[in-house]
Structure formats: C-alpha cells, structure tokens
C-alpha cells in the first residue's frame, strides 16, 4: 500500500468535509421537518459562545498549517504544536466546529448528535490513513499513536 501524493497532502479530510457538510445540513433540514428540543439559553449569549468556539476553532486550524506544511505532510513526522495533544487537531475541528455552532446558532440538540456520529465516522473513516502513516514512519508512529489521542487530548497528561 503506497501513499499516494493525494493521499499524502489530504488524507481523508475531502470525505470527512463532505460528510460533515452533510450531516450539518441533514440536521437542519430534520429540525425543520420534526421539530424537536431547543437550547432556549438567552440569543446573546449563545451567539457570544458561537464568536468564541469560531475562534478557537480557526487558532486551531491555522496553529495546524503552521505547525505541518503541505510541504511536509506525510513525508515528516510532525509530534509538535496541535499534533503533540491529538493526531488530527484539523479532523476534530472538523468534528465538533460546524455542528457545534449550528447548536449555539439555533439552540437545535440534533446538532450536538450530529457531533457524536461524526466522531463514530472519524474513527471508522481514518483507519486507512493512520496505516498509512505506519508503513511510512514505521515504530515512530506507533509510539506517537501511543501516547497521544486520535481526536480529543487528554485533560491530565502523565
């Protein structure tokens, strides 16, 4: 199994952004067809929450970039900045940014399922690319896999 330049610079980010968009815009269409359960939490401060998860959310993405170049991906192992408290900081933004906002923007709960299926397909869906990843840095990437969580870092490090 070789690591094509596609495969190598995008991984499963293409097919994991499709899914997200989806799922985003599945559970928006579904809280208008069934209704359901709102967060009727005071708008001002939903939106401040929003304004904060966005910025976190796009620190994240650029501390990301500018941890791991284009350049770089899948040819150095890179275990600094983001990559240091998870594997794929860019996937978990992914994860729980959208969906995230879509509940704070419209106080839908569906939304904060949507988040819990995307983690279940992020697991389902990456397997491939951390194998890859294991034939190209071999025993250094299975120690870092180790120690250092897919998704969510860890709150006490040891």
Known sequence: MCMTSYQRIFGSGPLLLVLTLALMLGTLQAQKVIGGA????????????????????????????????????GRELVTR??????RHPLYSVMFWGPHLLVFLLTGTWLALAAIVLMFVAGHLLIGHEEKLMEQTFGEAWLEYARRTPRFLPRLLRS
């Open 38 to 73: 709102h967060w009727q939490g005071a708008v001002t401060l939903r939106s401040a929450l929003a304004g904060f998860v966005t910025v976190i959310g796009i620190s994240i993405i650029l501390w990301s970039f500018g941890t791991l170049s284009l350049r770089q991906r």
């Open 81 to 86: 900045g983001p990559y240091r408290y998870v």
